[in-house]
């Protein structure tokens, strides 16, 4: 069940050229998402997230456009540098659900994309 | 700056006992979950945490899995009796409300 889908599992840049990673989801449900960043060993960190009421949100170097329609988001790292070198994680949620329906913004999340860049 | 942090990093068990994970969750933070990532796989939710009680859990989280808050700051994860398929990187992760969770580093559990 991939209701979020990662399907590039790797993406090689140049230092100083954009990257651009990309994730499509097919639960209509979701209306928050989010990239994280994950080095070897290490727990996701959090890098940005977009609201289902927008199609873009900024934050330095980094930019992610949703696209409700076709139901598509990509996360654009302008210029790369050899440190974005991790695994990047799109998720989604939803929410708030759970008992009550108070809870729970459970995260579903892509497989991730090794993004390399390359001095 | 704040963050979760979880003990042990590793934890090695044997098939049939039980284990411990261990977090601190973010002090303002009211929404707490599980996480587990196998190797190889994506990451998936196991469990989460608002008001004192589970609030959504998944297919994973069956009654060998249990989850408390036993005071302010610590929130854990047992696991009853461990199998084989139970050895993943188990993160914990906390939030404010329906924004970013942020995560532990996570504790890497091998039941053998």
């Known amino acids: 069940d991939q209701q979020v889908k990662q399907n590039s599992p790797s993406l090689s840049v140049q230092e100083g050229r954009i990257s651009i990673l990309n994730c499509d989801y097919t639960?209509?449900?979701?209306?928050?998402f989010l990239w994280y960043k994950k080095y070897p060993a290490e727990g996701p960190t959090f890098l940005i997230s977009?609201?289902?009421?927008?199609d873009k949100n900024e934050d330095g170097r980094f930019t992610v456009f949703l696209n409700k329609s076709a139901k598509h988001l990509s996360l654009h790292i302008v210029p790369s540098q050899p440190g974005d070198s991790a695994v990047y994680f799109c998720a989604a949620s939803w929410g708030p659900r759970g008992r009550s329906g108070a809870g729970s913004y459970q995260l579903t999340f892509g497989k991730g994309t090794k993004l390399s860049v390359i001095p | 700056e704040p963050e979760v942090t979880q003990t042990p990093s590793h934890q090695v068990t044997q098939m049939g006992q039980e284990v411990i994970l261990r977090c601190v969750p973010i002090s303002n933070h009211l929404y707490f979950y599980w996480y587990r990532q196998i190797l190889g796989q994506k990451v998936e939710f196991l469990v989460s945490f608002y008001n004192n009680e589970i609030s959504e859990k998944s297919e994973i989280f069956d009654d060998q899995f249990s989850v408390e808050r036993p005071d302010g700051s610590n929130f854990t994860l047992k696991i009853r009796s461990t199998k084989l398929e139970d050895s993943a990187m188990y993160f914990c992760a906390s939030q404010t409300g329906g924004n970013e969770q942020y995560f532990g580093p996570g504790t890497r559990l091998t039941v053998t």
């Open positions: 639960n209509s449900m979701f209306d928050y």
């Open positions: 977009i609201s289902s009421i927008k």
